[in-house]
């Protein structure tokens, strides 16, 4: 069994999810943010800004696909910015389900707001301590 002393040797790292993440995550994630922009009315100014705010995580997307696969150390600290930014994108473009009732509709969307601030939570840890320990592959 591998020591935590040992970690300078890469392959005691997996790198399955980091693979996972370059390859199809990543990159699907750039193309659903460009494609939800097609599907976006432009009524106002807050239009505008959503579509550009989605319209610039789906580029980060791109480059940081490109600089993970040839493990960049650039690539990996832009990399936080998406860790940050994926738990908040599910959070405000993810549809609301429909209201049971009209008379539960607070406790509902109280209810649908912690569960999704918990999952942005807990998503965001998982990715901190994957992160952290695979700093030692990107030069």
């Given amino acids: 069994m591998a020591s935590m002393q040992n ?4 392959e005691i790292l997996g790198t399955k ?3 996972f993440w370059t390859y199809f995550s990543l990159p699907v994630g750039g ?3 460009l494609l939800a922009g097609f599907g976006m009315e432009i009524q106002d100014m807050f239009s505008v800004l959503i ?3 989605q319209d610039t995580c789906s580029i980060i997307n791109f480059f940081v696909a490109y600089g993970l696969h040839y493990r960049k150390l650039w690539a990996w600290k832009w990399n936080w910015i998406i860790v940050v930014m ?3 994108n599910i959070a405000m473009f ?3 389900p429909l209201f049971p009732s009209k008379n539960d509709s607070e406790a509902y969307l109280i209810a649908i707001f912690l569960g999704r601030a918990a999952s942005a939570i807990i998503l965001f ?3 901190y301590v994957y992160w952290k320990k695979r700093r030692i592959l990107f030069a």
């Fill in 86 to 88: 994926t738990p908040i």
């Fill in 7 to 10: 970690i300078g040797n890469t």
């Fill in 125 to 127: 840890w998982l990715e």
């Fill in 31 to 33: 193309i659903m943010g």
């Fill in 51 to 53: 579509l550009l705010y």
């Fill in 17 to 19: 999810y980091l693979k």
């Fill in 94 to 96: 993810t549809p609301l």
